[in-house]
């Protein structure tokens, strides 16, 4: 099993590229809905990581592919400036588990 880096962001692409991760660029957002739609068919990817920005555009597609699939598995990394949603993964596991977590 490989992961697979994809991302419309060019240096997030390259270190995660230096890190040994393999990876694709997307110059528009029909791509990475390509990419990662083609990508999810590939029986050899164990793990696809993305980026917030190019999560947030595709997250409807990414929740629905986590509902019903267990494999790959979707990664979401912050960007250089961090995760841009203060409440980040109290979101997320508030709604992977549906509770309320204080």
Do not use: W
Not at 80 to 101: C, P, Q, S
């Amino acid at each position: 099993m490989i992961s697979k880096v994809i991302s419309r962001d060019d240096e997030f692409l390259v270190a995660l590229r230096m890190s040994g991760f393999e990876g694709v660029f997307c110059a528009d957002l029909e791509a990475l809905n390509h990419t990662f739609d083609s990508s999810l068919q590939d029986k050899n990817i164990g793990m696809i990581i993305l980026n917030e920005k190019d999560f947030r555009a595709l997250e409807e597609k990414v929740l629905a592919v986590k509902e019903k699939k267990r494999s790959p598995f979707i990664c979401t990394l912050p960007g250089r400036g961090g995760y841009t949603e203060d409440d980040f993964i109290m979101k997320y596991v508030r709604e992977a588990i549906g509770v309320k977590l204080d």
